[in-house]
Each structure stands twice: as C-alpha cells, then as structure tokens.
C-alpha cells in the first residue's frame, strides 16, 4: 500500500519522463504492427496516465492558474475584495481572542471545572461610611461591591472569621478552601535595585488548593501562613526572569518588600497569573505577611482577623471529587447563616443577612468580565457587521464576474466541456479568493492584538491568535465564496448554448442580486457609522468637561517612601525636603502633592460641621503647600495651604464650593471649623474655599470635598504621594532630572507613574479613547467596502448599458443628465439602505446609551453625521462610473454591438 | 473489417500476468501478439486496453519494467513479473477457476 503510494509520486514528479516513456513504447508498438498510426494515441496515453490517479491534482494545477490569471487580469476588485476579507477575518479573530482570554478561557490551573467562588448576595446596598448604625451587618469593606439588578448587590469579600468557619465546615464538599487578596504596590528592592511590583496576599491552601506546580524551589504552603513564621515569598516566572535574570537564580534569593527583608522560596510557572485574568502578580506573599508589611491595615491586626464585621477577602474552594457546587452551596449555607446572623446587632441587620452562593471559579475572578464583556460584545458584533459587508463585497464581485463570463462558459460548454469541469473551475476561482483573504486576515489578527492590548489597556493578559475563531471565519468566507461562486456557476452552466453564444451581454436577471448587497452593506455602514458618532461625540464631551484645573505643561509622578523605610517621624519633612528640590529646578514654575492623584482620587471620612448630621457624600484629599497654585485651581475665598500650615501650627482645612455651598449656604466659611471622625480625628479651621475642580474622574459628578494638609494631624496617614510639577516647556523633559533628585535623596525610592497630566486624563478615560478610536476605524473601513461595492456595482451597470446610454444621448440627452440618472441611481439604493439601517441604528445607539456621556442616545448630530458621511461616500464612489457614463461617444456605442 | 471478441471484462490481468509467467520478459507489443496467437485469433488485445491496463499493474506492482532492446533493434519496454504479480496470478487464476466452475454447473444439460 506504501510502496503503492510511492510509486504514484515518483510518477508525479518524473511525469514527463514517463511521459515520453509511454509516447516511444506506442510508436514502438505501430511500428511492430507494421501500422504507421496507432489510432488514437493521445486518447490512449490520456487513459494510461488517468491510471496513475494524478488527474484531480493536474486539473486542479490548471484550475489555479487559470483562477490566478483570471484575477490578475482583474487586479484591482480582486485586491479590495481580498484585503475587505482579510480586514473582516482579521479584526473578528483579534476581537474575539479577546473575547476568549477575558470572558471564555479558564485558568491554567489543574481542573479548573472543580473550582468555586465564594460569593455572597444580600437584598439591599450596604452602606458603610458614617452611619451610627450600619443597615448591614456589613459595617466595612475593601474590594468590590456589584448591584444587581434594582435593589441587590453581590459581593466576593469576606471577613476572616467567615473563612474559618468556612474551613472548618467544608471538609465533606470542599477538598481545599483558600484566600486571597491583592497587595497593592509593593516597594521590592532586590541587590540595592528598587522597584514596584504588585503582589497577592494568599492562605497557605492556596497553591495547593489550584494544583500548582513550582517552576523552580517550593511554593507556599500551610505553615507558612501564621504570624510570626519566617518570611517568605514566591515570585512569578516572568518577574524571576526579568528581575533576577532566571528561575534558578530566584529560588533562595533574599529580597526586601517594603524594606521588611523576605527569602524567595520558589516561582510559579511560566502559564500562572493567579486568580484575575488581567492582573499577574508578581510576588505571592503569605495571607499574614500583611502584619509585617502594612503598617495600619484597616485599623490594624485586630481589625483585619478578628473583625466580624469588616469585608476584605477573596475566597475559592475546590469540590471534592463527586460533590457538585449545588451540593456544596446547600451544605455550607447553613453554617455561614449561622455565623453570620451571630454578627448582626439590630433587627434591621438581622433582617437583611447576607446569602452564600457559590459560583462557577474555572474562569477566576469576574472583575475584568464585569469591565469588558458589555464593551467586548459590542465590539465583537461591529466587527460582524464588517465581516458580513465584506462577505456582501465578494458575493457581488463574483456575481459580476458570472454575470460577464456567460459567453465564455456556454463557448466551453459548447467546445465539449464536461458541466462538473466548468463549475469545479468557477468554485476554484471563488475558494482562492477567500482563501486570499483568509491568509492576509491572520496577519491583521497578528498585527492587531498588540494594538487593541494598548488600546484597551489590558497590560498582563495573555491574548493568543485563537485558532478556531480564525477558522470560523475563515470557513465563514470559504462558505461565501463557493455560496457567490456556485449559484451563479450551476446558473449559467444550465444556459442553452445557443441563446447565450448569441447574446451580446445582457444579462439582466442577475442583477435583481446586486441592488440588494448594497442596500445591506450601506445598512450595516450606517449602524457603524452611528455607533461611531456616538461614541467620537462621548469622547469629546469628555474630553471638553470642565477641569477646573489647568492640565497643560503639568508633570505626575509617584514615590512611597513609606514603603522604602521612612517611618511617621521623618517620611512628612523627606517630603517636604523633595518638593523645595524640585522647586529649584531650573523650568519649574510650581510643585505640589497630594495622597492621591487628583484625577484619580477617591477618599472619604466622616467630615462634618460641627453639630450637623454626618454628610456621606464628602471626599477629602491630604495636600502639601502650593497645590492650588500650582494646579491652577482658583481661590474664592480666603487662602489656600501654605509652607506655614505643617505638623506644629493649627490644624487648618480649604473647601471646595460645593462642600461650601452644601454645609454653610450663603454664609462665609471662613473661620468655621470642621471635624473629622475615626481613628485619625481632625479639629480645623476652614481657611479657604477652592473653585470647583475635577475631583476623581471625568464622568462622575464632582463630590463635596475638603483638603487638608498631608503633614498634619495623626501622621500614619502619611504613605505614598502624587508630585505635581508644573512646567515651562515639554513636561516629560523633566523626567529624568526628577529621577536624579529622588535617587540622591534616597536610592531605595523608586520614582513611579510619571506621566504628564494629559496622559493621565486620558488613562481615566481609556475605554472610550479606545472605543472611540477603534469605532472611527471601522466605520472608515466598513464606509470603504461599501463604497468598492458601490462602485464595483455601477461600473458595472454602466458598462452593461453603453448601448442604451449611446442611444440616449444620440437622441439628446446631455452629459448631466446621464450622470444624473447614474447618481440616481446610487441614491435609491443609499436610501433603500438607510430605510432598512434606521430602526437597527435606533436600537444600536438605545444598547449603546450605558457607554455614552453627555447626550441622549438618539443623539441628532451623530445619526445626521452618519447619514451624510454614507451619502457623500456613496456619491464619491458612483461619480467615476456616472462620468465614465456621460463620456459615452453616442456613435461608438452603437456600434458596440 | 474482421470480427474482434471482447475479452470477458476482469480478465484482461490475469491473461497478461500469464503470458509474462509463462515466457518471460517481454513488451506491450509481444504480449499481445502472444495473447492473440495462442488464443488462435479469438482475443484480441486493444491498444487502448492494454497500455491502461499495463500502466495500472505498474502502480499495482504486480509488473516492473525495463528498457531494452528489442527484436528490431529498437528500445523496448519489457514487462516482467515480481513475486507480487505472481501471487496476483495464483489468486486470479483460482478466482477465474471457480468462477469458471459456477458457470459449467448453471449451463451443464441436465
């Protein structure tokens, strides 16, 4: 059988040998039989070499070249109509990569399938700030509350008491039960080398419990995970790589985190980025490692342990073999009620106790879900609208080239040709267009994903080309392909010869297809076009929200030096210290600080006027001396924070105009005092109201705040702070000077996020920078495939009616009138297009309203700006055929045919 | 123009497989001379059977072939048996027997 197979290729590659072999045996044959002709020879050496089973391969050959030579003579179409392919298969597979990494894909982890989450649901919202009595028994959180639905939230943190009872309660269903946490920047120094890295705090089930393997030494387990056991750490694969230049090195390093000194006791492997895809730790760090390394945790050990009532970690367990997750949620929702309504204290709490659910754990944590699937389908389904107009663009341009080809298949049929001959051919043809244009789509994937990853910033996702989606709509074209290229093939292979041969050109049935095609694509353009403005139209709202600060020749940057050593006695004047450094550079027209960038701030205490009811709604920022000068921020009253306010004179405060307006009315603030409640209490005096300024974001509306000197008061709160440096000239140009500065002062800070402020605006408001981005994009792109099929179809059109068009204008019709009737044309079917686009336009932009700012999603301007970019498109594409039409020489055409 | 008999359809092969067995290497030409002489005139082998049939039990590998000279001195290609066309020949020649065999019993006189 092998050797049979053999033979048969050693015959395909001499063929011509064997060839000539069979030709000199058939003479030598005739001779012999004194004959001078051997009859049929060809037929006979035909028959011969069909024996060798190589025809199929051979008719295939000429099939290509032919297909190639048919294309090359029609260069152009064939390159929109490939490239429109490639650019749908393209962007679909790349959007749906995403799609799989961030919605579909599990961790890789040993049995993903057995793994839960430990989530929790209550009926209303849990309000946590400033409340005498809490509504929950949930009295304070760090992590993620979600609504659901009306009046529901659900949550993933838990407190640590409830693990314990966790632990102790699931050993029939669970096999292991583990906890995480994020760490939040951590401050590594490794060799006198500092740097930032992010990290997570995990249980000492944790790399057991998801069936990990170490890449190199040992991973945590139980025992290390207790106060006072050694400290040790576990890197991961890219961070040992990267940062000790190999695994092996890594294991048995010691490093310092947060200048606490820890031993690296192994690395995870090189597939292993933990429990939320998007986020690869870089350091794993034992749960109670926090002691050593936070230095007031929410209120301190006692607080993060013991408190019943304080939300904080992240929990997942592992089934037993056998126990499914409804078994095992029925098994521990009894002893979870049991602790929980131990923890309420009122009736009202009582009442609305927090539900254990267990959820589906093989994809990880759901927070990038949350973020990216709503924005992610859309996305996806934009890119199917391009697909489909692409697909549209191939099935017309096969259907022209059928069309145009009638005369030459009824001639072959009529020379002889077999029907399944001619169709294999017209089947070719059409494959290798797609196939074209699946190959150019995988190199558009390629390039893309590295894009979107920046465009989304999604930094440590790992987005692979997905093969299947890459096959799908690969096989999508194909489909298209032989679907366009066959049913005009077996339609015109059925023709009657005669009438056909005899046929000038026309061939008008086909074309009741064509109108159609492009009223769908000029409908899917336009639903694109819609989301398109809509989207530009929110970023530009965005982008012209009034800052009240000047964002302009404005430098950012961060430091802890909390984390790099300094302690309460010294880390305030460390700051101070850099900030007169900073000022003395040359360029430098202002410097301040705050805890957190201004942009992206988020803080709140109960702050209240003394004797009025706690106001929920107030957010403070801690601010060093010349922040509102140097943001640019007008004064309205009073003064703003000076050198003077600092650890030993009066405690003193600046309002914004809101907190004003909203506490003291018409009445002026200044002189009043201001409390702050908790563990780090404040008396101040109010010395100045702030203008209004964008505090925590674009999108969201401004909150009351009140500012307060970073070095005073209970100085604990004092860890990392934001620089603002304003000025003269390119921000960025004072980067490394500012490196230098902190690296002098000391060499175990590093100097984080520098950015300028217009980056940062824009970090705050990515996903509709992108979103906006990619929409303009496809529209453009959608706008073009249309337009080559506009243009395709007219072109077309007109050439097919030189005849009637000559007689027209020997007749006397004039020039603008021909191109009249050609644009008519276009416009009828432009319109027929909208009238099919517009309700599917109005329920896009409706589906669309959550990720718009600023303007109803009916919005008028961006359906007037789609309607007028589809028609002027649509007019550009049909000019060229329409003047080409007008140029028609009446006596020529007549004689045409 | 002379009457031809059609060689009963299938055994084609195994008259080709026998002629080799029996005189050796020989070509297209001599095959079916032989074929027709011993046969008395009664087959005859068409060209245009015989050179798809010779090619197909190349690729069979019942047959291999070498240039050689021929009678009249020109190059010839000689056919000759391998082990595996003779055992192609054994097994023909039994199927044919039997065949053969059914056939007598259904048109013996009774």
Redesign the interface.
């Known amino acids: 059988m092998i ?2 197979v053999l ?2 290729l050693a ?1 395909y590659f001499r063929r011509r040998q064997f060839e000539e ?2 030709d ?3 003479r ?2 005739a ?3 004194g004959r001078p002709q ?3 020879i060809t ?2 050496k035909e ?7 190589w025809t199929f391969v051979e008719q295939l050959m000429q099939d290509l070249r032919y297909a190639v030579r048919a294309m090359k003579n029609n260069r152009a179409f064939t390159a929109l109509a490939a490239l429109s392919l490639a650019l749908g298969i393209g962007a679909n597979t790349a959007i749906f990569s995403f799609m799989d990494a961030i919605l579909l894909r599990s961790l890789p982890v040993n049995d993903p399938e057995s793994l839960v989450m430990v989530n929790w649901h209550i009926r209303g919202t849990p309000y946590t700030r400033g409340r005498a009595e809490p509504n929950t028994v949930v009295y304070g959180m760090s992590g993620s509350i979600y609504e659901e639905g009306e009046a529901s939230s659900t949550a993933a943190i838990l407190p640590y008491p409830a693990f314990e009872v966790l632990r102790k309660s699931s050993s029939s269903v669970f096999s292991s039960v583990f906890a995480f946490r994020k760490t939040g920047r951590l401050n590594v120094s490794i060799k006198g080398q500092a740097d930032v890295a992010g990290g997570e705090y995990v249980s000492g089930d944790y790399f057991r419990g998801l069936g990990i393997p170490p890449a190199a030494g040992r991973l945590l387990i139980g025992d290390d995970d207790r106060p006072g056991a050694t400290a040790v750490a576990v890197v991961s694969f890219a961070f040992a790589q990267a940062r000790f230049g190999g695994i092996a090195n890594a294991a048995g390093a010691s490093i310092l985190i947060n200048n606490v000194p820890f031993s690296v006791a192994g690395v995870t492997p090189p597939e292993f980025f933990g429990t939320l895809p998007g986020e690869a730790p870089d350091v794993y760090l034992p749960m109670h490692a926090n002691l050593l390394l936070e230095d007031y945790p929410f209120g301190g050990p006692a607080a993060m342990y013991l408190d019943q009532n304080f939300y904080w970690l992240e929990m997942m367990g592992r089934l037993q073999p056998g126990s499914s997750r409804v078994q095992a949620q029925a098994a521990l929702a009894g002893p979870f009620h049991q602790w929980v309504e131990s923890t309420a204290k009122t009736e009202h709490q009582r009442a609305d106790l927090p539900e254990l659910r267990l959820v589906e754990g093989a994809g990880g944590l759901d927070a990038l879900r949350r973020q990216f699937s709503r924005p992610l389908y859309v996305l996806m389904a934009l890119v199917g609208f391009i697909l489909a107009i692409a697909c549209a663009n191939v099935a017309n341009l096969l259907l022209a080239r059928a069309t145009a080809r009638r005369r030459e298949i009824a001639v072959r049929l009529s020379m002889g040709s077999a029907r399944s001959r001619v169709i294999r051919q017209l089947l070719t043809e059409s494959v290798l267009l797609a196939s074209l244009g699946g190959i150019l789509g995988v190199f558009v994937a390629k390039w893309s994903i590295p894009f979107l990853t920046l465009l989304l910033e999604i930094d440590s996702l790992n987005v692979s080309l997905d093969w299947r989606v890459m096959s799908v709509a690969a096989g999508l074209t194909l489909a298209t392909g032989a679907l366009f290229g066959l049913a005009p093939a077996l339609q015109s292979t059925r023709l009657d010869v005669m009438p056909a041969l005899k046929e000038a050109r026309e061939a008008g049935h086909k074309r009741r297809w064509r109108a159609p095609l492009i009223a769908l694509q000029v409908a899917l353009s336009f639903l694109i076009l819609v989301a398109a403005g809509l989207f530009v139209r929110t970023l530009s709202n965005l982008q012209s929200v009034e800052l009240g600060f000047n964002r302009e020749n404005l430098l950012l940057f961060r430091l802890n030096a909390r984390q790099a050593g300094h302690g309460d006695a010294d880390i305030a004047s460390f700051y101070t210290d850099l900030q007169k450094q900073f000022s003395a550079v040359p360029g430098v027209r202002g410097v301040s600080l705050s805890h957190e960038a201004f942009i992206a701030a988020g803080s709140s205490q109960v702050i209240n006027v003394p004797g009025a009811p706690p106001d929920l709604s107030t957010h403070l920022l801690y601010i060093g001396p010349a922040f509102f000068s140097t943001m640019q921020i007008p004064m309205l009253l009073g003064r703003e924070i000076e050198e003077r306010d600092g650890p030993n004179s009066p405690e003193v405060a600046v309002v914004s105009e809101k907190f004003a307006k909203k506490n003291f009315g018409d009445e002026n603030p200044i002189g009043r005092r201001l409390v702050m409640a908790g563990r780090t209490p404040r008396d101040m005096e109010i010395v100045g109201v702030a203008k209004e300024a964008r505090y925590g974001g674009l999108r969201r509306e401004v909150p009351p705040v009140v500012y307060m000197p970073y070095n005073q008061g209970a100085q604990r709160i004092v860890a990392g702070v934001t620089y603002y440096l304003r000025t003269a000239g390119d921000p960025l140009a004072y980067a490394n000077t500012v490196r230098q500065i902190v690296h002098r002062a000391d060499a175990r800070v590093p100097v984080t996020s520098i950015k300028t402020q217009t980056a940062q605006i824009d970090d705050t408001i990515s996903q509709e920078i992108a979103f906006a981005k990619l929409c303009t994009a496809f529209a453009i792109l959608s706008l073009a495939i249309a337009c080559i099929g506009l243009y395709g179809t007219l072109s077309y059109n007109v050439a097919r009616r030189t005849n009637e068009i000559g007689i027209r204008m020997a007749l006397g019709a004039q020039r603008g009138g021909v191109i009249g009737m050609i644009l008519r044309d276009v416009l009828s079917m432009v319109l027929i297009g909208l009238a099919i686009g517009l309700p599917g336009a109005l329920a896009t932009s409706k589906f669309l309203g959550s990720f718009l700012y600023g303007m109803k999603p009916n919005d008028p301007l961006a359906l007037t700006a789609a309607v007028a970019a589809l028609l002027a498109a649509a007019l550009a594409a049909g000019y060229a055929p329409a003047r080409r039409a007008s140029r028609i020489d009446p006596m020529a055409a007549l004689r045409h045919e | 123009m002379e009457e031809r008999t059609e060689i009963p359809p299938g055994t084609l092969y195994m008259l080709i497989l026998k002629t080799v067995a029996r005189i050796g290497p020989m ?3 001599g095959i ?1 001379q032989y074929i027709q002489q011993i046969s008395e005139d009664v087959l005859r082998v068409e ?2 059977s015989l ?2 049939a ?3 039990m ?4 019942w047959l291999v072939a070498d ?1 050689k000279q ?1 009678e ?1 001195n ?4 000689f056919y000759r048996l391998t082990p595996a066309g003779r055992k192609q020949l054994v097994a023909e020649l039994a199927e044919f027997d039997r065949v053969m065999g059914a056939i007598g019993k259904v048109i013996q006189p009774a």
């Open positions: 050797l049979e033979r048969r015959y072999d069979l000199e045996e058939m030598h044959h001779e012999l039989a051997f009859g049929n037929r006979w028959e011969s070499r069909t024996m060798w089973g | 070509h297209g030409y079916a060209e245009g050179y798809p010779l090619q197909r190349l690729i069979k590998g240039w021929s009249n020109r190059r010839a290609r």
